[in-house]
């Protein structure tokens, strides 16, 4: 969920919208956001599944510290997706 | 090789501040690094007002002090790398960069270690699970990127981080069902606690995390009573249905380059563990190389200014800018600011601690 009003920030300053691909499914996230945040917004928390117990994961930290959330982002595995930011047309999927 | 006078790795409040010190001092070429697209570390999601007195810019707002310190660094003509890791240091204070894809080195006769701190969690079955965060990281995702990671929040631990975040969970929208602390007393100010106690969110002490439910997210949280050893009670489970638990229970300092210089360390469990042995100028026991902020020991903002002051003053003497009695005078005056946040009865063992750590320089029987 987006807080589009907040009573100490304000409200939201617009900001470009772009479209990011998760697995098939068109987003629209805000250019520049994290790819963590575009996907929380949308209501997607599970990131990654754990290669040898498939355990869901997502967010933990969200500052690039414990690389909970990786991803493959446009091919890449392990991409940091709380510190990598969202640029038109990416494509994203959890990683296993 | 560039040569830089003075590197400070790190641009949050105990890195901008050592910079600013010595730059204000005469030091030229002052570099300061950081990972993150901003200046500011995690200043920029502290949207509540701080306190303490003017030097610790007490009465603002983080976010508003994160953007103060960048301005003054720019106008000290201050060399700001954004988007900048330090991955390395080595021989000679040679600091290795990374930055969008290329890699660099460069060498400074002086280095300011202000790296942060990570948080801490604690494990219970189902504490790996979506929906789990640090207080720090649902902070970053509601103030920095203004997107709520839940609607329904159990908060672990009572500390100041803790009752901020709730406070902020609910001017965010969100619901906190309770904030629950292992230790028989509330851990932060009472003037925190009593904003969320004001909105009817109860405070359970003597109580821990049992387990977290869900499948691929939380979905429920059972929390229990515990005696006064700490030891569950069985038969006081409560459950809460929660989307949400927060864990506000930490921080460890983030030590990785003090390691790899050599640095002396110690631990100290009230501190968070492991940081590195340094002067009371905040000189590790590798000449040259200064600690400052939570990556020298857990405290908080207020104080991660006054340390990085007292490094860039340091720094400043040892480059030959300001004379001995001056940056004696100064650091007295700066470390005056640090007895404020150093009063309560965890400061009592925080201020033992500092001579310990202090102390512990050049003797024997830490590791090296």
Redesign the interface.
Known sequence: ????E????GK?PPRKVVKIEMEGRVLEAFEG??I??AL??HGI???RYTRVRK????????????T?CVMVVNGIPNTRT??T?VEDGMKIQRQE | METYEFAVVGGGPAGMSGAIEAAKAGVQKIAIFDENPTLGGQLVKQTHKFFGGREHRAGKRGIDIASAMAKECHGLGIDVMKDTVVWGIFKGNTVALYNEGKAQRLTAKAILLATGASENNIACPGWTLPGVLGAGGIQTMMNVHRVLPGNRILMVGSGNVGLIVSYQLLQAGAKVVAVIDILPRIGGYGVHASKITRLSVPILTSHSLKEIIGKDRVEAAVIIKVDSKNKPIPGTEQRFDVDTVCLSVGLSPLAELAWMCGCKFLYVPELGGWMPCRSEKMETSVPGIYVAGDGGGIEEASTAMMTGAIAGIAVAESLGYLTKERSEELRKEKTKGLDPFRCKDFGFRRVANEKLIENIIGSKGVRE
Not at chain 1, 1 to 4: A, D, E, Q, T
Not at chain 1, 55 to 66: T, V
């Open positions: 969920m987006r807080i589009l907040h009573p100490i920030l939201m956001e994290p963590a945040a929380t917004a928390c599970v990131f355990e869901p994961r997502g967010i933990s930290c969200a500052i690039g510290q414990c909970d709380c510190v930011r």
